[in-house]
């Protein structure tokens, strides 16, 4: 997997290169926040449920560690192996751990954004274990050697053309072959191969629910199923803040996710796994992974709400228009701006400035985190830290000397205007990155404060 070195902005400019694939990419992700506004419109009590979603999960987060006491409890009674890991290393090793007491050197993978985070598929990789991905937009990204783009369509960022060559080079699809019915029936007979030949499944976790102890896993493609049932070994990865109290609140929270990932009334498939079959074995590995630290940080912690629903990608202008690789993290767009500092601060201090604050993330967001609030927050914390871009940090600085005096204000006014007019050079070269995808206005002859004096100062 490539090393990352560049910032968000670095590589939303290699995205931005190819602009018709940034039209069709903004529009493709623009028409689905638009499926999701219709089927919201259709339910007279969607705040309601945003509201109880909402509060039943600021429970969960209030009484974190008895909700997952009890849901540990309880899948011991079921029969499921309940592992706790505290970072990614540790996830990783007893996934591996696992494999190797069954002798097993080849799995098979539904979607699971918490197994990108621990980079669970190069780690298994490098200890000699293949891992297949059974989502068909998470198994095109991993033919063509890339993460995944977006939580919910992993590879909303590939033309059904680069997909038809993809499989023609590894799946034998005739030449020149983009049709997605095509693509996908040969999709199905190379995923069918592989489900009744692996021993081991690994699942995500959407919801697991403490007082039953039992998970759920929801697919479009059912993919998690058939893999977890031809399985003799089935391990869930789940994050310890996908935790709901009681089964009662599962159906609040079945109602809000699809509806704001992808405009469906319901997932195709939301299947419960409570207890593993006669000989099979069922393991959970509950991961914490920089989780608590969140929950301590009081401004922040609302975001560990999270369903991953991706609504907040596909509003977001930011997002539709800079692609999810410019992120550089295993969850893109505005809630991987919030969630990815919390991890590595250094790494990702370029994120949360990768927004225009205008709150559309937040008004979709089907459990009320306040995320744009939480955008700007950030950046506080990071100036704070010093960890704010150096041309940042002293453009502010000036720009709040000049906004304090109105004798500097006029004069920079001044400045900028001559400047435009007589050296537009000076702004308008490859340097300035603003410049790079926008055409420069005209500079008026005067300023708003010179034309009033002049017309209305007297009157
Ligand atoms: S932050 Fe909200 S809108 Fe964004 S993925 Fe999570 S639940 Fe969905």
Redesign the pocket.
């Known amino acids: 997997m490539e090393v990352i070195t560049k910032d968000h902005a670095e590589l939303a400019e290699n995205f931005n290169r190819d602009e018709e694939r940034v039209n069709w990419h903004d529009e493709t992700l623009w028409w689905v926040r638009q499926k999701r506004d219709k089927m919201v419109h259709q339910l007279p009590e969607w705040e309601q449920l945003r509201e109880a979603a909402s509060a039943i999960k600021n429970n969960v987060l209030g009484n974190l560690h008895n909700y997952l006491q009890q849901f540990e409890a309880n899948a011991q009674a079921n029969g499921i192996t309940v592992h706790w890991a505290a970072d990614a290393a540790e996830h990783n090793q007893i996934i591996h751990r696992l494999l190797n007491e069954h002798q097993v050197t080849r799995m098979v993978k539904s979607k699971s954004m918490l197994t990108e985070e621990c980079g669970l598929n190069e780690y298994l990789h490098e200890h000699g274990i293949e891992v297949i991905d059974s989502d068909l937009g998470e198994r095109i990204v991993q033919l063509a050697k890339e993460p995944p783009s977006h939580i919910v369509l992993p590879c909303i960022h590939k033309k059904k053309e680069e997909i038809g060559e993809l499989f023609h080079q590894y799946l034998g699809t005739p030449l020149d072959v983009s049709d997605p019915q095509v693509l996908t029936e040969a999709a199905r007979g190379h995923l069918r191969e592989i489900f009744i030949t692996r021993k081991a499944a690994l699942t995500g976790v959407n919801f697991a629910i403490a007082e039953t102890g039992e998970f759920v896993v929801c697919t479009n493609e059912g993919n998690a199923d058939m893999g977890a049932h031809l399985a003799d070994i089935h391990i869930a990865s789940m994050g310890i803040e996908k935790l709901i109290p009681e089964k009662k609140h599962l159906g609040i929270f079945l109602r809000l996710l699809t509806r ?1 990932a992808t405009g469906q009334p319901i997932t195709t498939y939301s299947s419960h796994f409570k207890t593993p079959r006669m000989g099979q074995q069922m393991h959970i590995v509950l991961v914490d992974n920089g989780r608590t630290v969140q929950l301590g940080r009081e401004d922040f912690r609302n975001s560990l709400k ?7 990608m596909n509003t977001c202008p930011v997002y539709r228009r800079s692609g999810g690789h410019s992120y550089h993290n295993a969850v893109a767009g ?2 991987g701006s919030i969630l990815a500092p919390n991890l590595d601060m250094e790494k990702y201090k370029d994120l949360p400035f990768a927004s225009t604050l205008c709150g559309s ?1 937040t008004n ?4 009320k ?1 306040d ?1 744009h609030d939480q955008l700007y927050k950030w950046r506080q914390v990071l100036v704070k830290k010093g960890l704010a871009p150096t041309g940042k940090t002293i453009g502010m600085k000036v720009m709040g000397a000049t906004l304090s005096s109105p004798t500097i204000y006029r004069l920079a006014g001044k400045m900028g205007r001559w400047t435009l007019k007589y050296a537009p050079f000076a702004v308008n070269n490859s340097f300035n990155p603003w410049y790079k995808h926008r055409d420069m206005p005209e500079p008026p002859e005067q300023s708003f404060g010179e034309w009033y004096k002049q017309n209305r100062g007297s009157k």
Do not use: E
Request: positive net charge.
């Open positions: 704001s999270c369903i991953r629903c991706g609504a907040c505005p809630i993330c979709v967001c089907p459990v985190i995320i």
